[in-house]
């Protein structure tokens, strides 16, 4: 029934008063006060501290990190001082002993020692040998890393002293300098088996779950799988360390969110960022952008196998050379470049990218976007065309080829549509849809083990800093494999395992010039562009940002740790700003200082960001006055109807 | 039955107006003054841009302890009269000119939050067909005990006692309280309902065509039952049909509505007797006589007049088998003879008042 | 009688879990690409026979029906809804687990203040009919209905975080901040909060409000409030009495329907503030091809409506005595 007024007002306001007396004195909610916190954004998925079951360029980097490699990429990706001081080798090159320095410790205070060197390339030597006993095979994790020591040929690894390791390989190459193996820790990894390591689905799965122990210069300490990872300092890092106390890898599930968040200063760095933003943030104050070039491109993949035996090719054209080369004519990459990135990225040429300065050539022969060209070289060929204006192949059937791409790989789209329209101009019909992932692997996996079932594909290859992995699947052995062209060249063949064991870098320089114009001549592929990687960093917290490599590369999401450690404190350099709260009464804590500068840099007058609790006062003092309000409201309603009654 | 006294500071009973059943009335009401005087009364609906002159200057008094019937077809203005009493109007209505006196107390000046303290403490409804009229979401006995609570401000036990009583009181089983709306007969519905009008004592209670929607034995009960209630409580009623049968039995008075205005009004034995208004005199005889002769129904040709654009003069002067050329352009005066007020041209000012009779309709063969 | 209507209820509300576990699993083995190929995925030189491996070890070998489908229904009934293939090591529940609370928290809140909210103005505007408060009302109710949830979302947050500060920009909580107290946790939740809720809230309460509206329109012209104003009852206690328990029907018989479509509006307003419930997470395990935690996210979302439809009824029943006999 009816309750008393007074009452209730009364208790209104105690709750009111209660809440108001919390919120004043709350005071900074900022982390210990005077650390510099680098947040970083990504829109990958931060889904593994285990490093065997790293995929994406997200995971590789968390692992850097926590860890060192035996050998660390320098500021151009040549080999420097990682976990090992230094290292000689044999005269044959057969042989590699590494120097680890006396002092190094865990970040947990456990002595790093040549042992554990030993104890980790142990793991996957013995992980390489089981799966090549096994019909099934067997590999640790995903099964990325391995191949890092047995493409470098290495066959055996022993700890000669705590400050000694050597390592015997089969064959001369410099690939085992760039082995992104991290060294782990045997005192924690020890305790479970290779199979507790490798098979991430095992009830006593080892997912190395924070706070992790590691040589790196900063080790995970708090993980929300799918949010962010937080990184302490390694108070037991042999290096320098920079002037960043906490990393905050932050995962953003959309990049306009992750832009705005650059924006208001709540992250410091931006990976991923799209064409259209990039352009944006040119112009914002405090925000450099970096145009990456990727180690990587984007290609279409010819089935080389036609419609032979074994191949689910639609045509014998696939397999001839020369109409491979034709239609190279008529692609206009850099139209591509445009059209699918908005301008970022470099029309394609070889199979190596111009990220490898040292590395990448042009093409003796490139071609032209040229449709006419491209005509006469169809007709030179043999393919002429029928009544309705349609080529035909050598068998008298009219070409139609089905073109697809993964459904992961949406941009592929856009590049469809000129390609359908460009080889219909040649009298090549083009049937385009896209297939999902899975299927596709299943589609493209070459005989014995696949059945080689589509015409010309459009995906991507990502590359390591040495340009081997690269060059890889166009070996005829990665048929049935990783090749998904089918390629067939005894001659690439032997080229390719000629580099791979050659040392002296001019030469192996001219073994890679041949095999890149033999490919691009023989056109398994044409590469279409290789993409561009957009970042963009705030300028006003942390200074001392360096690309690596040095030229087209990025500071963070390199290779290795080093862009972390070279960062400065901003506020504290004699910088032109007038940034008057660099020592002072909010302090450089957390988003405390980020907001502070930016007050101070651009022109927007805005309070202190709403992490700290004054913020949320106007919040409780509107719902306040809102309830009183009511609560009035009803008062007077009771009164009038009082007065009614009583006539 | 007493009501409840309202919360306010006391007030000494001499200066409080009480009625001849003893019964408090609000603070203004003169008790010599009658019940019920309405006078010249004209509510207008506004409809699409044209005005519906749907009451156009209905007068009558309604004493203590009379019930009081109002006759006429439908769309006449009988229940648009009887809402105007409370002010349940919708909202493109409106009271233009007139007055109510309830005891002296003009209820067309008060504002539309003081008519509430008039609404069924004063003035209650038993509407039509009371399907709807229940909430279906509530029980009987809190509908009943609302009023009772919000209006008198009656405990919530005090309140649930009452209402049981008052359901006793109209022969609804105190326990079929608890039932809701749609688990009950037509009957019992109506039977509710009245109860529910009963329970802040009011003076008047209206009843809009209370026993239309149900059957000829239901319908006996309830009129049986709202005889009953009259006589017990001293109530006044007013009710509202087209049924003359019903007024016949019920009513001590009746009043004949046709277009928006009166047409006759006097002692219901005075009027069923001798009719004199040709309309009144059509309506009895439109009602179907069981023991005279089969013969066709002498039904009354046309239909009533358009309101948003009355004839000028007498309204019923289309259909009239009496119209003279008067009729069409002035409006008849009222005239009372022998108690019985009419307003037709055949009986003007200074008449002797003989009733002029329309002659019966020719009886037709047919088979038997 | 009342027993009856329950149990008929729940019955039903079981029968259609059954089909949703049913067509949970017949969707997901019906899609292209095999699963043994995306757990594998990425690993370079994958044989016959690894694939073989991958189909014992995760029992897609056997047949589809019985085998595999009998296996799928014993495991989810025991709450065991297998391992994520992406966050290798964790099982699909733990992943849910996770993620489940903050999207309970954003949604139940965002539906409670629509509710509120939106019948609150519909009642009001469709009582007062035609009165200025009623055109500015169902104006913005109509411009709120219509605009898509990412759109809302990022003007509130281009707005209020990006150009006022009043709030951040993303997240529940600012990530790996230490709090001195509860209170501070507890406060910075809230204003993380308050963006992603208004967003939820004022994007379900123009629905709301237009249905309460017409809902309450057509109550007026019931005879049982013609009776209630003649009872000389307060405008007030009409409305709220009589008008509103009635009007309440239809509308509550929306909310039930429209709960569906809210999940949809889930994953968007996630996105958008980055908020780490069940709509990024569904994001986040279909472009990762995650189909165990799909699958998961898929059975979860479906049984979440069935229960808020059989909430729903249970409240219609207790509404609407004319529902129960």
């Known amino acids: 029934m009816r309750q008393p007024l007074r009452p209730r007002l009364a208790r209104a306001l105690v709750a009111g008063g209660l809440i108001l007396s919390t919120i004043v004195p709350g005071g900074s909610v900022t982390a210990a006060e005077g650390d510099l916190i680098l947040k970083t954004g990504t829109d990958q998925d931060l889904q593994v501290l285990n490093p065997w079951n790293s995929v994406v360029v997200a995971d590789f980097e968390v692992y850097t990190l926590n860890y060192d490699l035996l050998v660390n990429f320098g500021p151009d990706l040549e080999p420097v001082p990682g976990f090992a001081e230094s290292w000689t080798t044999s005269t044959d090159g057969k042989f590699w002993t590494f120097k680890i320095r006396p002092d190094m410790k865990w970040s947990d205070g456990q002595p790093a020692t040549a042992e554990d060197v030993r104890w980790t390339y142990q793991l996957v030597l013995d992980a390489v040998a089981k799966s090549d006993a096994s019909a099934d095979g067997y590999y640790l994790g995903q099964g990325y890393l391995e191949p890092y020591l047995t493409n470098a040929g290495v066959t055996k690894v022993e700890a000669i002293n705590p400050t000694t390791v050597t390592v015997t390989t089969e064959f001369a190459n410099t690939l085992l300098l760039q082995a992104y193996v991290p060294i782990l820790p045997k005192h924690i990894w020890s305790k479970y088996t290779m199979d507790e390591i490798a098979n991430a689905t095992g009830a006593t799965a080892f997912l190395n779950e924070p706070s992790v122990v590691g040589t790196g210069p900063f080790q995970a300490v708090e993980w929300k799988p799918g949010e962010f990872i937080r990184f302490a300092k390694n108070p037991n890092y042999w290096g320098t360390q920079g002037a960043v106390d906490e990393i905050i890898m932050q995962k953003f599930a959309s990049t306009d969110t992750m832009v705005q968040a650059l924006k208001t200063g709540e992250i410091d760095y931006a990976r991923g960022v799209l064409a259209d933003q990039f352009n944006a943030l040119k112009s914002e104050p405090n925000v450099a952008t970096v145009e990456g070039v990727a180690n990587g491109y984007s290609e279409l993949s010819f089935n080389t196998g036609g419609n032979k035996k074994g191949y689910g090719g639609s045509t014998s054209a696939l397999a001839d050379v020369a109409f491979r080369d034709a239609l190279g004519y008529a692609i206009d990459k850099q139209k591509l470049v445009d059209s699918t990135l908005g301008g970022y990225g470099t029309a394609g040429s070889t199979i190596i990218p111009p990220f490898h300065t040292r590395w990448h050539v042009e093409p003796a022969k490139a071609r032209t976007f040229d449709i006419e060209e491209a005509k006469r070289r169809l007709d030179a060929a043999g393919y002429k065309l029928d009544a309705s204006n349609k080529r035909l192949d050598k068998d008298g059937k009219v070409i139609n080829l089905r073109l697809t791409w993964p459904d992961s790989e949406s941009e592929n789209a856009t590049n469809a549509q000129f390609l359908v329209e460009w080889f219909g101009q040649l009298g090549v019909t083009v049937t385009a849809a896209v297939t999902e992932e899975g299927k596709l692997i299943d589609d493209v996996t070459g005989p014995p083990n696949g059945p080689a079932n589509y015409d010309i594909y459009m995906w991507g290859w990502v590359g390591d800093p040495d340009p081997n992995s690269l060059l890889n699947f166009f070996r005829s052995e990665e048929i049935g494999g990783a090749s998904d062209s089918y390629y067939n060249s005894p001659k690439y063949d032997e080229l390719f395992l000629k580099q791979r064991a050659e040392s002296d870098e001019a030469t192996r320089k001219g073994i890679l010039a041949e095999m890149q114009n033999l490919v691009y001549d023989e056109a398994p592929y044409h590469i279409l562009y290789y993409d561009a990687e957009l970042h963009a960093y705030r300028t006003d917290k942390f200074g001392g940002w360096t690309n690596q490599p040095s030229v087209g590369g990025t500071p963070l999401f390199g290779y290795g740790s080093r862009g972390y450690t070279l960062l400065t404190d901003a506020s504290a350099q004699p910088s032109p700003a007038p940034s008057a709260d660099a020592s002072a009464a909010t302090g450089s804590a957390g988003t405390g200082a980020s907001a502070g500068a930016s007050q101070a840099a651009s022109a927007t007058p805005s309070p202190t960001p709403a992490s700290s609790s004054n913020s949320s006062l106007p919040l409780i003092l509107g719902v306040l006055a809102l309830v009183i309000i009511v609560v009035v409201g009803l008062v007077i309603m009771r009164g009038r109807n009082r007065r009614v009654e009583e006539e | ?368 | 009688m009342r027993g009856g209507y329950l149990t008929r209820r729940l019955a039903s509300a079981f029968i259609t879990i059954a089909l949703i576990t049913i067509v949970n699993f017949v969707l997901f083995r019906a899609m292209p690409g095999s699963p043994e190929r995306v757990i594998l995925r990425g690993t370079p030189n994958v044989t016959q026979a690894q694939l073989q491996a991958a189909r014992v070890r995760w029992g897609l070998d056997k047949p589809v029906f019985p085998d595999q489908f009998v296996a799928y229904l014993g495991s989810t009934v025991r709450g065991d809804l297998g391992y994520s293939f992406i966050a290798r090591g964790r099982t699909v529940t733990d992943v849910l687990a996770q993620r489940i609370w903050p999207t309970v928290i954003l949604f139940g809140l965002g539906e409670l203040v629509a509710i509120l909210l939106g019948l609150a103005l519909g009642a009001y505007t469709g009582w007062r009919r035609g009165g200025p408060i009623d055109h500015v009302g169902n104006s913005v109710s109509l411009i709120l209905y219509s605009t898509p949830y990412f759109l809302l979302g990022m003007a509130f947050l281009l707005i209020f975080a990006t150009t006022l500060r009043w709030f951040p920009t993303f997240g529940m909580l600012t990530a790996g901040m230490q709090y001195p107290d509860p209170w501070a946790r507890f406060l910075d939740f809230i204003a993380h909060l308050a963006l992603p809720l208004a967003t939820v809230s004022l994007g379900l309460v123009g629905q709301y409000a237009i249905v309460m509206r017409s809902s309450i329109v057509e109550t007026l012209s019931e005879d049982y409030v013609t009776t209630a104003r003649a009872m000389g009852l307060r405008e007030g206690r009409i409305l709220g009495r009589h008008a509103l328990p009635n009007a309440l029907l239809p509308t509550v018989s929306l909310i039930a329907i429209n709960l569906g479509y809210v999940v949809a509006g889930a994953i968007t307003v996630e996105v958008v503030f980055n908020w780490p419930g069940l709509g990024t997470l569904a994001v986040e395990a279909l472009t990762a091809r995650d189909y165990p935690v799909l699958q998961g996210v898929f059975l979860l979302l479906g049984v979440s409506v069935v229960l808020a439809n059989l909430a729903a009824d249970l409240i219609y029943g207790a509404l609407d005595p004319r529902v129960r006999t």
């Open chain 2, 1 to 368: 039955m007493t009501t409840a006294r309202s919360m306010s500071a006391a007030r000494s009973a001499a200066t409080v107006p009480v009625d001849s059943r003893g019964r408090t009335l609000p603070r203004q009401a003169d008790p010599g003054q009658p019940l019920l005087v309405v006078e010249n009364l004209r509510t207008y609906f506004s409809l699409d841009g044209d005005t519906v002159r749907a009451v156009d200057g209905v007068s009558f008094t309604l004493n203590q302890g009379e019930a009081l019937g109002i006759a006429g077809e439908s769309g006449c203005g009988k229940t648009t009269t009887a809402l105007s009493l409370v002010r349940l109007l919708p909202s493109n209505a409106k009271i233009v000119e007139g007055a109510i006196r309830y005891f002296g107390i003009d209820l067309v000046q008060k504002s539309d939050t003081a008519i509430r303290r008039y609404r069924w403490r004063e003035i209650s409804i038993v509407f039509q067909g009371a399907m709807n009229a229940l909430n279906p979401v509530h029980r009987l006995r809190d509908q009943i005990a609302e009023p009772l609570r919000e209006r008198l401000n009656l405990k919530a036990g005090a309140a649930r006692t009452k209402a049981g009583e008052l359901l006793e009181l109209v022969g609804i089983p105190k326990k079929r309280g608890g039932a809701y709306p749609h688990e009950l007969s037509g009957g019992m519905r109506q039977r509710a309902m009245i109860a529910m009008a009963l329970a802040c004592d009011p003076a008047i209670v209206i009843g809009d065509e209370p026993t239309t929607a149900l059957d000829v034995m239901v319908q006996a009960q309830i009129l049986e039952l709202l005889e009953r209630l009259r006589r017990d409580l001293g109530l006044s009623l007013v009710l509202i049909t087209h049924d003359l049968s019903v007024i016949a039995e019920t009513c001590d008075r009746i009043l004949v509505m046709y277009a928006g205005r009166v047409a006759e009004e006097g002692l219901v034995g005075e009027v069923f007797r001798a009719p004199r208004h040709p309309y009144t005199q059509k309506l009895l005889a439109a009602f179907p006589n069981i023991q005279a002769d089969r013969r066709t129904l002498d039904v009354i040709s046309g239909s009533p007049p358009d309101l948003r654009h009355p004839p000028p003069g007498c309204r019923f002067a289309p259909r009239c088998p009496f119209a003279m050329e008067v009729c069409t352009e002035v409006v008849p005066p009222e005239v009372t003879f022998d108690g019985v007020r009419v307003a037709c041209h055949l009986y003007p000012p200074g008449s002797d008042g003989v009733p002029v009779t329309v002659p019966p309709a020719p009886i037709e063969a047919g088979p038997r």
